[in-house]
């Protein structure tokens, strides 16, 4: 789960990390105040879940209260890349000497909290690692330990030779580490982390995401969650408990198990068209869920014929295809629905669909095979 | 020989009382799996409908049966704690098929596990089958045949959907074996495939990877260097858009690594033929043995 740069500096500042003080408004004419109580100059943020915001024109600086109501006026409503900026941040700003980068993954190989820091501040780390990797430290972390002194110490001298510099990263590196550790983060980042012209750091951006398998026992945390930045159906998918993501084609997918439902989506393009969405229906096999999947996909008005691969295991077969009986009763539709049902009472489920307008399929390949047909019609 | 299960496997359910473990509980007794007792803490003295008796801890439990091997069917708040009783009491083998454990939370099981000697295989499993031995965990055992086939993967139905092509052309398993669609596992890839490489059963290994990290690519690096037995793959997500999570929590591509085409394109050059559709496996597979 993404949350906003507030939140995030939130977060930080709760470890200590040295985040400039700053007020979130929604009306252009409060910046003029929140700009009055900071001092200016200001920075006037956009506050939306997307990369880029730099680029895109959403974050201008301000040097009078009177010029940071204008540039938040220009920031508010704006649209960058698809999402509309509804808040701002207006951030006390600070004059930048150096940018460094600093952020924490859990390496997958490893099993461990890694800390990325690097000189080449400011700009999108995936850039640096491609084109400068050298000008990266990554730094394996010990759950059991934490991060250790000698770590800090091989960290701050990679990032400079100045004493004054490197005695205040120390604790930026140990606070970043607890503050992913505690928010169950899988990514925190600090981007940049400057050192202004006075010699003192601090960190300038904030940026994290949290663990959604986590969230039951962050109650504060799941709160932050900015559901306008999803699509409704991703949204509504959530709510029933179904993993979905939209796709811009035209054959709509309802499919148990992730592999599975990847599987379908590539092997709807290997015959020559395009899948509508992902749509992993989970292990249970709950006709109320494939209704609700059914009412998801139905949102989309490309969507020309509705596919459904099931191999039941636990999902029994004869199950989903009530369930079907049921949404195509209950659900205005005029896509036609293509079955492919195999394993788990398989048989019963056959009965189930002969004499209704459900077309069967033999297999997974057929499946797809007739929906392109059909959708092509 | 087949790997990690078989009828040595005498196998305690934790969560046995629940809706999902009482059902697979008698699924795997069915199949023929040596299910020595159950935990639910709070219902220890009970026994279930199969007769199988439950204990409140696993410490009580491993004591009274002898069990080797653990399976867990429990909320994902409580798994955690599930995956440390069992090696605390001892088990070698810990299956967690219940989904949802904080990636922090595994960070810190692995070395706790590993310290006492436990192998963890997920969490987010569908579990270890041996066909004709034992099946731990919630796969239907019937699509499954005996044979001389290794098949490891990251998902579950996708692992059903290309089993049934292998057995339905008489291409037989040693083991499949679900490892989990999580960032972060007890047995990867790259572990699994040293278990199928020390097994006299297995001839070839069918893997079966999806986007997100880069264990594929590691993989590929084994073969490459000479891996003991022939392989077979086939990797879901081609068409997944980058920065969204595949269902899987580990089923991710991020800043434009994890991709499938990445993953292809390493196999192919370790000499690995890559299927294009789960049934196309079989294909490559006869190829192979021919």
Known sequence: MKIHEVDARGIFSRFSLPVPPSRLITEAEQARAAAGELGCPVVVKAQVLVGGRGKAGGVKLASTPAEAVEKARSILGMDIKGLTVEKVLIAKAVDIAEEFYAGMVIDRISRKPLMM???????????????????????????????????????ASFLTGDKEIARQLGPVFTALYQAFMEVDASLAEINPLVVDPQGRVWAIDAKINIDDNSLFRHRDLAGMRDESAEDPGEVEARNSDLSFVKLDGNIGCIVNGAGLAMATMDMIKHYGAEP?????????????????AMKIILRDKNVKAILINIFGGITRCDDVAKGLIEAR????????????????????????????????????????????????? | MSILVDKDT???????????????????????????????????????????PVFNSMEEAVRATGANTSVIYV??????????????AGIKLVVCISEGIPVKEMIRILPYTRERGTRVIGP??????????????????????EGNIGVVSRSGTLTYEVVYHLSRNGLG??????????????????????????????????????????????????????????????????????????????????????????????????????????????????????
């Open chain 2, 173 to 290: 398993q040693s083991t499949c074996m679900g490892i989990g669609g999580d960032p972060v596992i007890g047995t990867n890839l790259l572990d699994s495939m040293a278990l199928f490489a020390a097994d006299d059963e297995t001839d070839l290994v069918v893997l079966i990877g999806e986007i997100g990290g880069n264990d594929e690519e590691l993989a590929a690096g084994i073969i490459r260097d000479g891996y003991p037995k022939k392989v077979a793959a086939f990797i879901a997500g081609r068409t997944a858009p980058p920065g969204k999570r595949m269902g899987h929590a580990g089923a991710i591509v991020t800043g434009g690594t994890g991709t499938a085409a990445e993953k292809i394109a390493a196999f192919e050059e370790a000499g690995v033929e890559v299927a294009t559709t789960p049934s196309q496996i079989v294909d490559i597979v006869k190829g192979l043995m021919a």
């Open chain 1, 117 to 155: 820091i690097s000189p080449a501040g400011g700009i999108d780390i995936e850039e640096v690692a491609r084109s400068t990797p050298e000008k990266i430290l990554k730094v394996k972390i010990d759950p059991a330990t934490g991060l250790l002194p000698f770590q800090v110490r091989r960290m």
């Open chain 1, 276 to 292: 509508a969405n992902f749509l992993d229906i989970g292990g249970s096999s709950n006709p109320e869920k494939v209704l609700a």
């Open chain 1, 329 to 377: 009763k209950n659900l205005k539709m005029d896509v036609p629905l293509i079955v492919r049902l195999t394993g788990t009472n398989e048989e019963e489920a056959k009965k189930i669909i002969r004499g209704t307008d459900l077309v069967s399929a033999e297999s997974m390949d057929d499946g797809v095979k007739k929906a392109i047909e059909m959708a092509g019609r």
């Open chain 2, 124 to 145: 987010n499993s569908p579990g270890v089958i041996s066909p004709g031995k034992a099946k731990v965990g919630i796969m239907p055992g019937d699509i499954h045949k």
């Open chain 2, 75 to 88: 909320p994902a708040a409580f798994a955690a704690d599930a995956v440390y009783e069992a090696s605390d």
């Open chain 2, 10 to 52: 005498r196998l305690i359910v934790q969560g046995i009382t629940g809706r999902d473990g009482g059902f697979h509980a008698s699924q795997m007794l069915t199949y023929g799996t040596k299910v020595v007792g159950g935990v639910t803490p709070g219902k220890g003295g009970m026994k279930t409908e199969d007769g199988v």
